[in-house]
């Protein structure tokens, strides 16, 4: 898979893209990232990438010339329509708190691209033309409002990455956490051995714990170190749930519960 970063402060991703799975999937060649400056498809003296916008507002808008004339310096884009139809495994992208929010499954949606286009706003953002006629898409990490887009784009490429088969050693553990939606949901670990781990089927994580058993008082909750794979599945179950009701209730209507799921949120508001 391949990524293109546009920006006016490609430095700034030195950081993000040397550490960590990042680093691993660009060094065993599982993605290729590229990052070009905007400033070197200016063609005045200054470098201008910015103006004012027209109508007037307060501060300055990211110029289409040097976006446009960057994408189409890159090799292998195709044209827009093929990418808005799906018909291009492809998606060029321009990170804007006006965006479509990133969440797992958009996320594991453009794990399965050959390639993406991170377009990384400024100021006061983007000349809209670069959205309606070269972008298939905006993309927002939050409803919030960050000062440019870099921030935003070395998120998705974490989430994104992170999906690639091979990117993470225990491919299994990118199926089992907060957001990843399982057909099976809580089901799951009944089918086949059993297995002392809950896929989060939507929910958020449940609590993770490891030596010492006990640490300045504080021991590990028993059911975790008696062995029984049922009783585990069933304590981080509820504990998910718990936490996802506390925290994030909104998701709980997102969520296909089962039986069991509806039972041990009947225990949580009795307080057992």
Not at 1 to 10: A, H, V, Y
Not at 28 to 38: A, C, I, K, R
Not at 194 to 214: F, I, K
Request: with cysteine; glycine share 10%.
């Amino acid at each position: 898979m391949k990524f293109d970063i546009l920006t006016i402060f490609p430095d700034f991703f030195r950081g993000p893209l040397d550490y960590g799975i990042l680093r691993r999937a660009r060094e065993t060649g599982l993605v290729e990232v590229q990052v070009h400056d905007l400033r070197n498809f200016t063609k005045d003296r200054h470098r201008t990438v910015d103006d004012r916008p027209f109508g007037g507002g307060e501060g300055m808008v990211l110029k289409p010339e040097p976006i446009f004339a960057c994408m189409e310096s890159l090799a292998g884009w195709a044209p827009r329509p093929e990418r808005v139809s799906g018909a291009a495994r492809q998606s060029a992208i321009v990170l804007s708190p006006q965006g479509q929010p990133l969440d797992q499954a958009l996320a594991a949606q453009l794990a399965t691209l050959d390639r993406v286009a991170l377009i990384c706003g400024r100021y006061e953002g983007v000349d809209d033309r670069v959205s309606e006629h070269l972008a298939d898409r905006e993309v927002s990490i939050g409803d919030y409002v960050l000062s440019g887009g870099e921030l935003g784009a070395a998120v998705i490429l974490d989430t994104v990455i992170r999906l690639i088969p091979g990117a993470v050693g225990n491919e299994a553990s990118t199926r089992q956490e907060s957001f990843t939606t399982a057909a099976a949901g809580a089901n799951a670990a009944h089918e086949g051995a059993p297995s002392s781990t809950c896929v989060s089927g939507g929910l958020l994580d449940y609590p993770h714990y490891t030596r010492p058993a006990e640490f300045r008082g504080m021991p590990v909750p028993d059911v975790l170190v008696n062995g029984n794979h049922e009783e585990i599945r069933r304590w981080r179950r509820k504990k998910a749930l718990a936490k996802t009701m506390r925290n994030r209730p909104d998701l709980l209507a997102r969520v296909a519960l089962t039986g069991e799921d509806r039972e041990l949120l009947d225990e949580i508001r009795k307080g057992d």
